[in-house]
């Protein structure tokens, strides 16, 4: 006897609803995906329990005839799309026809609709995929969907539903998700009658972002759009202070639809790139218009995965963008805090790179430390700023239009230091110091090997070693950048970082030169005087990101005078 039996189309649909109903999060997202694509500008959604007991969606789209109606909840049933050709370049959110048939076959399912020039609507009630009723009702011009009891006749599934306030956020996630690709269209959220979001359409999607992200968040966002043949990239980006552990705060859509894509992740971090620490996700929402026909969307069940015809082309443009959207700025201290909305946050400062004052970099001399002295202002940011003083020996004071400015002293040397190793490593001119005492240094016997394997990179930075015999190694010269540091940890340090290091050779050679800047850097502690100051700031100004030191941690910090005055109580 054959033990193979086909499953019967009652079963098989509820198997294959598993694939794209997951949760009440997932019932939104495709009923609103199909209010979308009816045209609908208003879209109400209204949830009980989280949505584990009702979804209802409610549209003013151009609804469906009695006959669309019977069919709709037909396995591939769909307006959207007529044969395989049209798979190719799909403009509408839905096209496989399986939504409505999945949600049918697990739940108990009402829909009423009307178009608009038909005289009285329809209502359709399926449960658990058998058709109860049609009946003709009178209802306003679109579309209401409800479901009840999601997933009520599969209790394998039903199993696995959090509890209300779980579902309920995701459910919330979803609904924001899909409400920032579709700024034109107003939509509503409630749970228990209780209003959640509420977006009505605006020219500016700010007031949207802020509902969704925070004022905070959403105010000090800076946007960016460039077009490119065939694609355009607009981003709204959010401080790199205000970085995540988790990408869940990163939004990325494709033509409107939003999807969770490393790609473009891994492209919105390279070009946040040095101002983000290790390991942290932005807060930004990305928008790639892109011709239909370069990107398949037919690659995942509940098509929230897409795939790219040139991956590496739109990779660069994304970061170029990203990269440009933000420039250099300095952000306020009450940013990096994340102050709860209330206190009014000043724009940040725009800084202009551009105007610089020239001095010799004669930097580091011994000098009359401490001794306080005004040498007038410095040109490094858009308006004149004015160095003050340096405080408990780590931070530089300079006074600026809209606020105090506060410099790290050993992140703004770093930064420097490590733009001048790379800036030589690139030309091939790195200035070369003959130490006039070669240094023995006794490395592990790892140490050596790693030495004598990847030395290479080292020997291009302008350190030279020598074998010495044992587990030691004479070192004869050092880049001139780096004559003040104390090779003896750095370059045990150095070998350690050759030997973990894994992929390109810039990258490799980025993470020695940033190690080697930041050991020779000045250190907090170090008395300056105000001319060092000075001519440290100048060569930062000369940096290409003069805003993060190479492990990403911030330079500068603003406090503004309005934050000023409202610590001192002269404004309330
Ligand atoms: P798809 O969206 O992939 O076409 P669905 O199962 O989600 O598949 O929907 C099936 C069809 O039902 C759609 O193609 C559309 O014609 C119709 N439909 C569904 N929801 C609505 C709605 N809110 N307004 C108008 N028509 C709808
Ligand atoms: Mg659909």
Not at 43 to 54: D, F, M, N, Q, T
Not at 288 to 304: R, S, T, Y
Request: with cysteine; glycine share 8%; charged share 25%.
């Amino acid at each position: 006897m054959s033990k193979i039996r086909i499953l019967s189309e009652n079963v098989a649909v509820r198997i294959a609803a598993g694939e794209v109903i997951e949760r009440p999060g997932s019932v939104v997202r495709e009923l609103v995906d199909n209010s979308i694509d009816a045209g609908a500008t208003r879209v109400a959604v209204r949830i009980e329990r989280g949505g584990k007991s009702l979804i209802k969606v409610i549209d003013n789209g151009v609804g469906m005839s009695r006959d669309d109606l019977l069919l709709c909840t037909e396995r591939h049933a769909t307006s959207k799309i007529h044969d395989a050709e049209d798979l190719t370049a799909i403009n509408s959110l839905g096209f496989r026809g399986e939504a409505l048939a999945s949600i049918a076959a697990v739940s108990r399912l009402s829909i009423t609709t009307r178009q608009r020039d038909d005289l009285v609507g329809n209502r359709l009630i399926v449960f658990g995929g058998n058709i109860q009723k049609v009946e003709e009702v009178g209802t306003p011009e679109g579309t209401v969907v409800e479901v009840r009891d999601l997933f009520y006749n599969v209790p394998a599934r039903k199993k696995f539903l959090r509890s209300p306030g779980v579902e309920l956020n995701n459910v919330v996630d979803v609904f924001a998700r899909l409400s920032l690709g579709f700024e034109s269209i107003h939509f509503s959220l409630e749970n228990e009658q209780k209003t959640i979001l509420n977006l009505p359409p605006l020219p500016e999607l700010i007031p949207r972002l802020a509902a969704i992200l925070g004022r905070t968040t959403a105010e000090q966002m800076a946007f960016v759009s460039r077009n490119f043949p065939g694609t355009r990239v607009k981003a709204y980006l959010a401080p790199p202070d205000l970085a995540r552990t988790r990408p869940d705060r990163l939004f990325v859509y494709v033509n409107r639809r939003n999807v969770r894509d490393k790609l473009v992740n891994k492209a919105v971090i390279e070009g946040y790139g040095g101002r983000l620490m290790k390991g942290v996700y932005p807060q930004a929402v990305v928008f790639i218009e892109i011709d239909a026909g370069l990107v398949d969307i037919n690659v995942h069940p509940a098509k929230q995965e897409v795939r790219f015809q040139d991956p590496g082309a739109l990779f660069k443009k994304i970061m170029q963008t990203v990269d440009e959207g933000l420039g250099n700025k300095i952000y306020s201290h009450a940013i990096a805090e994340q102050a709860n909305d209330g206190g009014e946050i000043s724009e940040p400062i725009q800084m202009n790179w551009g105007a610089l004052a020239t001095s010799t970099p004669a930097f580091i001399s011994g000098s009359e430390a401490g001794v306080f002295k005004d040498h007038g202002p410095v040109q490094i940011f858009e308006e004149e700023v004015r160095v003050v003083g340096q405080l408990r020996n780590m931070y530089i004071l300079c006074e600026g239009k809209d606020g105090l400015i506060i410099v790290d002293q050993h992140a703004a040397h770093e930064r420097v230091l490590y733009e001048s190793l790379m800036e030589g490593i690139r030309k091939g001119g790195l200035e070369i110091q003959r130490l006039l005492l070669p240094k023995t240094i006794e490395l592990g016997i790892g140490e050596k090997r790693v030495l004598e394997e990847k030395g290479q990179t080292l020997a291009d930075l302008g350190v030279e070693i020598e074998d010495f015999g044992g587990q030691a190694v004479l070192l004869r010269c050092v880049p001139s950048l780096l004559g003040n540091a104390d090779w003896e940890t750095l370059l045990p340090e150095l070998v350690s970082a050759l030997e973990q290091g894994r992929g390109e050779r810039d990258v490799l050679m980025g993470e020695v030169a940033s190690l080697m800047a930041c050991h020779a850097a000045i250190r907090a502690g170090y008395p300056m005087s105000v001319e060092e100051m000075q001519t440290l700031l100048d060569q930062l100004s000369l940096a290409s990101l003069p805003t993060n030191c190479p492990h990403g941690r911030p330079i500068f910090r603003k406090i503004t005078y309005y934050e000023l005055e409202k610590m001192f109580k002269r404004v309330v």
